[in-house]
């Protein structure tokens, strides 16, 4: 999203500088050199003041510094370029039952890294599937993809195999509980918010008049 939002203002930028020089040069008959200097200066300040408050707004938003968010951007680019091996390892194994492994494993590990892109603040919820649980995936899959496309297998591959699906589904089970560990705050403030709207529903379901109608009676 934020690459969508720089190259847009990128294109602002360069319009803008277009734009002043147009008017510098031919408006006001100055010089090419100095048009271009001015016009180009413009479209840098604007490019780099606009994206300047964007990011500020963006890490109070999410309460972190430029270093945390450095930091986070770091992991996730390493973590984007596991996602490329494990969809090599995907799309190489040729079992119906392999297939459906590490199809479900992409789904879950896409599903972590888009939850953090989208809000990094997370990331210190999620450390536990970056530095452990994703390099595992990465890692035994590739080897299940390996022994799966072996032409000839004996005793021992298959042994192998069988112990390489029992580690995946055991990581598949582990992966899910790191998403519910990063989404538990929302769970959490969700359930405040019914219990809330249910307390203000049985509040309008009484009514003072009520009382007072029994009372005469």
Known sequence: MKSVFSFFLGMLATAEAVLIWLILFLGFDMGFLASSGISILAGFLTFY?????????????????????????????????????LQKSFFSVRTMGAFKQLYELNRLVKRMYSIVKKDPRRFYQSERFFFYHLDSVVEISERYARLAAQPVKNDQIYLSLKETQSTLEDLNESIKKDIYHVLSTDVDELQ?????????????????????RSTKE
């Open 192 to 212: 405040f918010e019914l219990d809330v709207a249910k307390h203000s529903l049985k509040k309008l379901e009484y009514h003072p008049l009520d009382d007072e």
């Open 49 to 85: 003041g606009v994206k300047f408050v964007s990011d500020y707004r963006f890490l109070k938003k999410n309460r972190l510094t430029r270093k945390e968010y450095a930091y986070i951007q770091k992991n996730l680019q390493e973590a984007k370029k596991k996602l490329t091996r």
